[in-house]
């Protein structure tokens, strides 16, 4: 994958925020791990990134229902970092060099939500620091970064990493695994997502210096997201992994651009498959040109099941039976509170790891294995060949 650039480096020597804490009690997860980490103190949190990912956590922590606190706020860019500060409350602390941030004593989590690349300095500096940490997807932009920050964490026990593929906390996947674990449908044998959507926001969006490209918005740029696959597709490589049961074997994958021909090295479109080690097939389409559609099809040797944004259906033989999908305010909507369902569980899970030593349920593993899977996608398309799971790292 493509390595750091000098305006990385010069972006993380610059960057700096303030203001950022959190905490949430949690329901035990199936496969949270005791550790020997212990902590009573409420979670006292600093958010570096205020963009749009980095709102919506602010306004998961600010409504988190224990005594966790939100105490600084880290950006480059003024008008993000004037809107975090404003979205986080009058007594939050502002930076513009997250190294600041981190030095403040009172902090001991932090939030990163800055682009892809930089995701690896930064957690890596966090845990020199002391703090406990929740860093956005991807995990970053190769497979070395991703080994790195592994081997970091695991140096520090005491301290929580956890990856933000929410959608593991979602409760209609939750609902959807717990039918397939009951062995509602059998064996699962054949899985099909379909992810439609329009292109990448096109806003007011930080500008990656891109080598080839010049200033571009950075999920433009290979160097700065690690691809599309990488970028938009790992929450649903987990989500299929996790309904399979299992990391795949081998994996295919056609993709490219297709209707977005402005000089971008990042893809609009792919197809995705893999199989897994029990001959479980999953196929995963990406159409980043097409009308929204987001549905997944669990199909197994005796029914299928299968979840779209108001559905939970059973069908065996022509016959649907609707199931009950639990209520959940999902992406791109706002509850009450402004959150995502699945982002306010995440918190916590994160919040009850810190207290009660515990291993974050999303956690390197996962969040590796799925940018995994995106990288030997493209490894596939760009050799026009099947590629086995091994080849990558």
């Not at 919506?56 to 005594?67: E, F, L, R, T």
Request: hydrophobic residues 35%.
């Amino acid at each position: 994958m493509t390595q750091a650039t000098p305006t990385r480096r010069s972006f993380l020597r610059s960057v700096s925020g303030a203001t950022a804490a959190l905490a949430i009690p949690i329901s035990v997860f199936a496969e949270s791990q005791s550790t020997t980490r212990s902590s009573d103190k409420p979670l006292r949190w600093g958010v570096i990134g205020t963009g749009h990912r980095g709102s919506i956590h602010i306004g998961a922590i600010k409504n988190s229902p224990d005594d966790s606190e939100l105490l600084a706020v880290c950006d480059v860019m003024e008008n993000h970092l004037a809107d975090g500060a404003k979205r986080a409350g009058p007594s939050v602390q502002t930076y513009t060099d997250y190294q600041k941030l981190l030095a403040n004593a009172d902090i001991n989590a932090v939030l990163i939500a800055t682009p892809n690349l930089l995701h690896k300095e930064i957690v890596l500096d966090a845990l020199e620091a002391g703090k406990h940490v929740m860093c956005e997807k991807p995990m970053a932009i190769s497979i070395d970064e991703c080994k790195a920050m592994t081997s970091a964490a695991e140096k520090r026990p005491d301290q929580v990493v956890l990856y933000t593929m929410q959608l593991r906390y979602s409760p209609r996947y939750q609902e959807l695994r717990k039918h397939i674990d009951a062995g509602k449908i059998g064996k699962p044998k054949h899985i099909l997502m379909a992810e439609f959507r329009g292109d990448w926001n096109r806003g007011d969006v930080w500008q990656y210096d891109d080598p080839k490209q010049g200033k571009v918005n950075w999920r433009f740029s290979h160097a700065a997201s690690g691809g599309t696959l990488n970028e938009k597709v790992c929450h649903y490589f987990d989500i299929l992994h996790w309904m399979a049961g299992a990391l795949p074997t081998r994996v295919s994958c056609a993709g490219g651009t297709a209707v977005y021909k402005d000089g971008r090295d990042t893809w609009d479109h792919a197809t995705t498959t893999l199989v897994y080690p029990d001959g479980c097939i999953a196929t995963h389409s990406l159409c980043m040109f097409g009308p929204k559609r987001l549905d997944l099809q669990v199909i197994g040797d005796e029914r299928s099941i299968s979840v779209g944004d108001m559905s939970l259906v059973l069908e065996s033989q022509g016959t649907k039976t609707p199931l009950h999908l639990p209520e959940e305010i999902i992406h791109g909507q706002q509850g009450a509170r402004g959150e995502e369902t699945a982002v306010a569980k995440m918190y916590e899970d994160f919040a009850d790891c810190v207290k009660n030593n515990k291993k974050p349920w999303m956690d390197a593993e996962k969040a590796m294995a799925s940018s995994k899977t995106a990288w030997l996608g493209e490894l596939s398309s760009d050799q026009k060949r099947e590629v086995k799971w091994e080849e990558l790292g």
